[in-house]
């Protein structure tokens, strides 16, 4: 399997998808479980042009606080340019309110790769084009921005519809050079949130779920008024079903998403296979990244596999593949 070295997607990273200037500062957030490898690579990197970097470790956040960042941390965001979100435990640094606040007044850029390893750093969407994705995300999102309802279906019954429109599609494509900007590594999606309280229907995941993994059986979900009414299936969902009634607003629908990355590994973790191509993510929980109102302990995506996909009365994505191209 082709790879790249670490050293290798620290310098694309920090030099082409960030574009980080000499005399920036940047801020790299880890926990206990990161892999330190990631860090000190991409450190090296913003160190040979000139940059300042300083490395923060935060403590390694369960489900319960997944989203909450240590108040030193948030604060001290707002003195540096960059943020680079490197924990492997939780998605704080990407979902964390105060990084949002940071991005509406266009004071921070940030690459999330929380909740990843070296693999993802170094393989499969690593490897892609990313300026041909970005170039893909910008038509999706043009359709995307245009309509008004999203539908998805799948051959295992998921059946969901919902309205959009409140806030614009987002394309998260590799690339976060401007304030206010935010992306991942490895990357290739268009998301939005729908507006809440109109998602309806019937959501069957297949593939791999945040804080669950892989479900031992499809995991069937009844949807009402935005809210999950109810939760169907084997152990992952016995799973699921816990987090949900634990975590205040875990049964919100917060996202849609839409993968484009034809280089995404099909390897049963969910980070990488939200974005490979042709597959679709649906979130519960938190929903403030995606310009909604409804604060969250968890942002938990959930991957379907053979997705059909209608903005309004036009299908960009059939059975899996992508029809907008």
């Known amino acids: 399997m082709r790879s790249l070295s670490p050293e290798e997607s620290a310098r694309r990273i920090i030099r082409e998808l960030l574009a980080v200037q000499p005399g920036e500062r940047v801020m790299i957030i880890c926990d206990r479980d990161s892999e330190m490898e990631m ?33 030193a941390i ?20 990407t979902y964390a309110q105060a990084v949002k606040v940071l991005y509406n007044a266009r004071r921070l850029r940030a690459i999330s790769m929380v909740m ?53 599609p987002i394309i998260e494509c590799g690339f976060a050079t401007q304030p206010g900007q935010e992306a991942a590594f490895p990357d290739g999606e268009v998301s939005q949130g729908p507006n809440e309280g109109t998602a309806e229907g019937v959501i069957v995941v297949d593939g791999p779920i ?5 479900p031992d059986e499809p995991v069937r979900l009844t949807v009402k008024q935005g809210r ?15 987090i949900v009634e634990e975590v205040e607003n875990a ?5 849609f998403g839409i993968g484009l990355n034809p280089n995404s590994l099909h390897n049963g973790d969910f980070e990488e296979e939200k974005k490979a191509r042709g597959n679709v993510h649906i979130a519960l929980g938190d929903n403030i990244f995606y310009g909604g109102q409804t604060q ?22 059939q059975d899996g593949v992508l029809t907008f191209l």
């Not at 604060?75 to 939780?90: F, N, Q, Y």
């Not at 300026?131 to 038509?139: F, K, N, S, Y």
């Not at 049964?251 to 996202?255: L, R, T």
């Open 210 to 214: 945040c804080h669950v993994g892989i």
């Open 251 to 255: 049964d919100n629908i917060a996202e």
């Open 39 to 71: 860090a000190h690579a991409l450190a090296n990197e913003v160190d040979a042009l000139g940059g300042e970097y300083v490395i923060s470790i935060m403590p390694s956040r369960s489900y319960k606080q997944a989203n909450e960042l240590p108040a």
């Open 74 to 93: 948030a604060k001290s965001l707002e003195e540096v340019d960059c943020m680079i979100g490197l924990t492997r435990a939780s998605g704080a640094p």
């Open 116 to 168: 990843r390893t070296m693999q993802h750093f170094t393989r499969g969407g690593a490897l892609a084009d990313y300026r041909q994705l970005h170039a893909e995300g910008v038509r999706l999102a043009a359709i995307w921005q245009q309509a008004r309802t999203i539908r998805v279906t799948t051959p295992l019954g998921t059946d969901i519809r919902a309205n959009i429109g409140n806030a614009a």
């Open 296 to 317: 969250s302990a968890v942002h938990m995506d959930m991957v379907l596999y053979r997705p059909t996909v209608w903005l309004d009365e036009t299908i960009v994505v």
């Open 228 to 242: 999950v009414v109810t939760i169907e299936g084997g152990k992952a969902a016995a799973e699921l079903r816990r």
